[in-house]
Nanobody, 118 residues
Framework: QVQLVESGGGLVQAGGSLRLSCAAS????????MGWFRQAPGKEREFVAA????????DYADSVKGRFTISRDNAKNTVYLQMNSLKPEDTALYYCAAGVRVGAWSYWGQGTQVTVSS
């Protein structure tokens, strides 16, 4: 079992930055793949970024490439999502996910709201 708690969301103007954090507990963090997803009002949940458990390889949605960076601190059992050059269309509830490998997401956090004003 893995528990995930997101933080760092808020209201920011377009062009600004935010850093989301996801604190994990309950499983050896270093052996867990981590990811970020988001869901805007009236839309389905979509993939944002992922970080593999072993190689540290990353993957991003085309809409955030070059603006968002996913990283992890195994000593703190925390994964981050650095979001730069934010756009109004980035407004959504952002969720952290964990699994044995990228794509096999078994655990989800409650989400943190990001609102980007124009």
């Amino acid at each position: 079992q893995v528990q995930l708690v997101e933080s760092g969301g808020g209201l920011v103007q377009a062009g600004g930055s935010l850093r989301l954090s996801c604190a994990a507990s309950g499983r050896t963090f270093s052996s867990t793949a981590m990811g970020w997803f988001r869901q805007a009002p009236g839309k389905e949940r979509e993939f944002v970024a992922a970080l593999s458990r072993s190689s540290g390889s990353t993957d991003y949605a085309d809409s955030v490439k070059g603006r968002f960076t996913i990283s992890r601190d195994n000593a703190k059992n925390t994964v981050y999502l650095q979001m730069n050059s934010l756009k109004p269309e980035d407004t959504a509830l952002y969720y952290c996910a964990a699994g044995v490998r990228v794509g096999a997401w078994s655990y989800w956090g409650q989400g943190t709201q990001v609102t980007v004003s124009s």
